[in-house]
């Protein structure tokens, strides 16, 4: 899908290539991670791609997610969740099955474990995804029903996100009544919603004001600035470790979204280089606008090379060998992936109710 600001007429083509450059990060994280069998603490990579590329979706998902001239109503409403409903939860089901029948012939025995982990053996994303688009889809829904319309709403929503988010991080600082039972946030994987929810609401801040965050990315001053922070922020990440106890995950969250939006502004100053009319633009936004074929389908295809792992975990210290040999295997899983969903496409059933197409 692609997106349209400003004046409802201009097509942000980059943006596309943008949700396809993530998707290939997170095919060569899965490749490295349950291919290779490559471990965080030995990569010079992983800990550093792992801090950005699913902040970066989740940001771009709610910048999508932004409609300003729809009419919500009741029936829409609900019209809009069980859309995403038959998107991503039956496809999701079924290659989640398919995944488990292939890898895990004895699943049956150990189903429980594997539905009772917030991760689902990989598939959690497009479940927690659907449960981000229910909240903001009500929370836009009661909006559009105010006299006045502010940004104090769409505001106090980031902030409640954060404090959820904070929970998971800051236990003795922000705390939230338990529940005797606290499974279900695993069950349902709640608690990556929990994680992720406050990127996909501030990609919708960063919509809806469009106009002002150009302003502020095209400033001298903005660019320096958060390349100077994020520098610093993983510096202590990976080798200061200067901040300690509840403070430890703050560089580690300003790092997430810095190295976010330093992606993200890359790409929109460079937005020529990815529209129709170039290779890579080409290629990058028909990955883009495939990602949910490609995530429900990579994790059938991924390579079985633990010596690979092995070698690296042991040997591995140079961060562009890391990279390369993640993205180049992940680009062949990736283009296998477009052809299988290319032929299953044939069928307008498995088109529709595998990957949500009409």
């Known amino acids: 899908m692609l997106m349209h600001c400003d004046n409802g007429k201009t097509r942000l083509e980059w943006l596309d290539a943008l949700r396809g450059f993530t998707m290939i990060l997170v095919v060569a994280y899965h490749v490295s991670t349950n291919g290779f069998g490559e471990i965080e603490k030995t990569s010079m990579a992983l800990p550093f791609l792992v801090l950005f590329r699913m902040p970066l979706f989740f940001f771009i998902s709610g910048f999508l997610a932004f409609k300003p001239d729809f009419n919500w109503t009741g029936g829409r409403l609900g019209m809009m969740v069980w859309k995403k409903f038959k998107i991503q939860v039956i496809p999701t089901l079924v290659f989640m099955l398919i995944s488990l029948i292939m890898y895990h012939p004895h699943f049956w025995n ?78 349902t994987s709640f608690i990556q919603t929990m994680r992720y929810f406050h990127f996909f609401v501030f990609g919708n801040i960063v919509h809806r004001y469009w106009r002002e965050w150009q302003r502020l990315f095209d400033s001298k ?45 890359a790409f929109r100053y460079y937005q020529e280089q990815f529209t129709k009319k170039r290779v890579v633009g080409r290629c990058l936004q028909f990955i883009g606008v495939r990602t949910l074929d490609i995530y429900l389908l ?61």
């Open 221 to 265: 001053w903005f660019f320096p600035v958060l390349i100077v922070l994020v520098v610093i922020c993983c510096s202590d990440i990976f080798k200061w470790h200067l901040l300690k106890y509840q403070w430890t995950n703050l560089p580690r969250t300003i790092s997430m979204y810095g190295l976010m939006l330093i992606v993200f502004i």
């Open 298 to 358: 990579h994790f059938l295809f991924l390579p079985n090379l633990k010596m690979v792992g092995d070698f690296i975990n042991v040997n591995n210290k140079n961060f562009v060998i890391d990279v390369t040999q993640s993205v180049v295997v992940a680009l062949l899983v990736i283009g296998f992936c477009c052809l299988v969903s290319s032929v299953l496409r044939i069928s307008p059933f498995f088109k529709k109710y595998l990957f949500g197409r009409k």
């Open 110 to 187: 150990h189903m429980d474990r594997y539905l009772g982990t917030p991760y689902k053996t990989g598939y959690w994303f497009t479940l927690v995804l659907l449960q981000m688009f229910i909240i903001y889809y009500v929370f836009a829904f009661f909006e559009s029903k105010m006299k006045r319309q502010s940004w104090i709403p769409i505001t106090l929503l980031w902030v409640i996100a954060l404090a959820a988010y904070a929970v998971l991080y800051m236990p003795s600082w922000f705390k939230f009544p338990k529940p005797a039972d606290e499974s279900w946030l695993n069950y």
